[in-house]
């Protein structure tokens, strides 16, 4: 295992595999919070069972955070490697590499930086929440604590910036991901067009979300 580690293949096939794994969570994250819109409620409801769930506070919670770290630590470990390697930068003498091909470490160390807030917002104020202040637990908090991170429109355009970089970063990782793993090239460009529809959609999805949560504060 430790030998398949420090091979380039086992890194991309480390650093594919947790792709993966944060693209499902950001597609079951987008789903939730989508329901903030049409119900609060449901939004209430379903963010109350995320939260207080043992098996997904201290089982899931950390596997995530652990993909999170694993996937953006092998990232640059990958882009030293390619950089030490050649004279000149990953994919820069390639003909018709696109610019986000070129750049995927810069569009992923803005998007760290962004999830680094986003902890701050919301899973340290949890933690404090819940484990310092130990207050009792109300189950329809979630929803307003939801709008009040959206009352500034210096944040909510940050938001909006982050998922725009984002949707550059996925639509070239989510087939990357896949050729990494081992996909067919026949299959490449079916899944090509399903990568467009989710590497456009989620992102703009998550900003309608912080917009209309702006404009009906």
Known sequence: MKNIIKTSIGKKIIMATSAIFLMIFLLQHFIINATSIF???????????????????????????????LHFIMGFILEYQNNSARKYKYYKNIPNASWMSQNMILSGAMILLFLIIHFIDFWIPEIQYKYIDIVSED????????????????????????????????????????????????????????????SIGIPIGFCIIAIYHFFNL
């Open 39 to 69: 119900s609060i409620n449901l939004f209430n409801s379903i963010s109350h069972f995320m939260g207080t769930n043992p098996m997904v506070q201290f089982v899931l919670q950390p596997i995530l955070l652990f993909g999170v770290i």
């Open 139 to 198: 189950p329809n908090r979630y929803f307003e604590e939801l709008k009040h991170k959206f009352e500034n429109p210096i944040r909510v355009g940050f938001y909006c910036f982050s998922f725009i970089l984002l949707a550059l970063h996925l639509n070239h990782g989510f087939t990357s991901s896949l050729k990494s793993l081992g996909l067919k090239n026949n299959y490449i460009n079916s899944f090509k067009i399903l990568g467009k529809f989710y």
